[in-house]
């Protein structure tokens, strides 16, 4: 039997799912409901540096340097990570670094993994990799 086929009363349906949300013996007996997720991607990495994340921090407090950002760059397969104090996020000054302090060290990498901001996105660093 339905409830809302015997009683009404204003927000009658939320009432009910609340009250159902909060049975305790409801809850032991149903399934836990699980959040489907997206399928991880599995990557061939290979070997050392040949694919690395790379992500830039900040703004934070400008040091005596000048620096107001961190440039952090992983290697994919030993995790291995380096960090590095930039002034800006300017494209043109996270290709000078990475070619400078990672390419220069540990040779040019196969794939670089970013979230895609506007500074790995634009042509200079489009170019540069």
Aim: hydrophobic letters at 35%.
């Amino acid at each position: 039997m339905k409830i809302r086929e015997r009683f009404y009363w204003v927000h009658c349906r939320d009432d009910v799912e609340d009250w159902c949300r909060k049975c305790t013996s409801c809850a032991a007996v149903k399934r836990p409901q699980t959040r489907s997720r997206g399928a991880l991607k599995l990557y061939n990495v290979g070997a050392p540096w040949k694919r690395i994340a790379l992500d830039v921090v900040g703004p934070f407090p400008e040091s005596d340097s000048g620096n107001r950002y961190f440039m952090v760059v992983m290697d994919y397969l030993t995790k291995w990570p380096e960090v590095f104090a930039i002034p800006s996020q300017k494209a043109s000054t996270v290709a000078d670094k990475l070619i400078h302090e990672v390419v220069c060290r540990f040779g040019v990498p196969l794939g670089i993994h970013s979230n895609q901001g506007r500074n790995f996105e634009s042509q200079i660093f489009q170019e540069t990799c």
